[in-house]
């Protein structure tokens, strides 16, 4: 297991890389670039990020959110220049050291909250929150508005201002997509880019929905188990894997985590790992709790050990941290309770492999 951390860039992030390598056990980033969906990554800005970190004594063996254009899941002509344009980057990631990239599938929005700081009363922390009820007054260009509004000025994993500006065009454009569309469009995504994945020897890792149900009558197809079963045969490759969030797909009590991570792991399906917790609070109504078992309803021991006796090689990090010790930042990526996340996902394991 290699227990990594999601990092924006030193122009965004107000975390320093060498606050991130002194927190035991880290090897290395799940980094990326700020480009907006359907570019072409610049080399020579990847190799700056690259010596950057590895400068810090960190490895960059995982990107995330190398968007995938919503032209490209609407199925729309447009889609092949833009699948030419990911085809090159996953080659220049693959050339400078990358394994995996974590990507998703998601129309229009990528994870979604109704609150992004929501106060935990048994300590005061606060923390990403979800109530459907509250998303029924909202409607979404309501809820794009208060996310941005909220995110103290810092731009958001899949809330790209780019992307936000087409909303209202791109709503409409999905009206009576089915989810069998979406995941035709999706099929013809990965036909295109897995065989390049195997040739350069990185694995693609899809994300959950989250929540892990449709919102705003869009399609959604990867928020069960059998969903991704499906999603893993669509390309059928050993480079076509799953960015197993716990939190995601375990914001809907129905899925068995511990059983996805079993189930994907003994396929070698597991690209990578999102670990954090949630507390449900009723009928798509949860907020993110501490990493700590027994502040939310996960079981931390038994995913981690999932991961050990099935994929025990695989990166992980600790998923969004809630707000602790009056920390100012990105909502869902401070450093404080990340770090504390971290080293108890570390705490588990070597009690794991001890055992
Ligand atoms: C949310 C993140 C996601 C994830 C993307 C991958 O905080 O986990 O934004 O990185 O869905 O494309």
Sequence with gaps: MKMTFRWYGSK???????????????????????????????????KALVDEVHGAGLELEVIESVNVHEDIKMGL??????????????????????????????????????????VIPEDGSNSLYFDEKDLGDMGPLEIVRKTQEDSH?????????????????TLKQYEGMTGDDLRRHYKYFLDAVIPVCEEAGV?????????????????????????????????????????????????????DVVAAIRHFGEMDRIGAMHV?????????????AAHLS?????????????????????????????????????????????ALGATYLNGLWEAIERA
């Design 12 to 46: 965004s992030d107000p975390i320093p890389l060498k606050y991130v390598k002194q927190i035991p056990g880290m090897t290395g980033l799940m980094g990326l670039l700020d480009k907006p969906a359907g570019v072409d990554w610049p080399e020579e800005e990847f």
């Design 203 to 255: 694995r693609m890792a899809c994300h959950p929905d989250d929540p892990a149900w449709p919102i705003f009558g869009l399609p959604r197809i990867a928020h069960t188990t059998e969903q991704f079963d499906k999603i893993v045969k669509l390309h059928d490759s050993p480079a076509n894997t799953v960015c197993l969030c716990t939190g995601s797909l375990g914001s809907n009590p129905e899925n």
């Design 294 to 338: 027994c502040t939310g309803d996960l079981d931390m021991y038994a995913i981690m050990k999932a991961i050990h006796d099935t994929c025990p090689d695989t990166y992980v990090r600790p998923d969004h941290g809630r707000m602790i010790w009056d920390e100012v930042g990105r909502p869902g990526y401070g450093l404080y309770d990340r």
């Design 77 to 118: 002509p447009s889609r092949d220049e833009y699948i030419e344009n990911y085809i090159s980057t996953i080659k220049m990631l693959a050339r400078n050291g990358v394994k995996v990239i974590i990507y998703n599938f998601m129309p229009v929005f990528d994870w979604l909250r109704t609150d992004l700081a929501r």
């Design 153 to 169: 000025g810092f731009t958001l994993p899949g809330w790209e201002p780019e992307r936000l500006a087409l909303l209202e065009k």
């Design 276 to 288: 954090r917790n949630v507390k449900f609070l009723g009928h798509h109504h949860f907020r993110e």
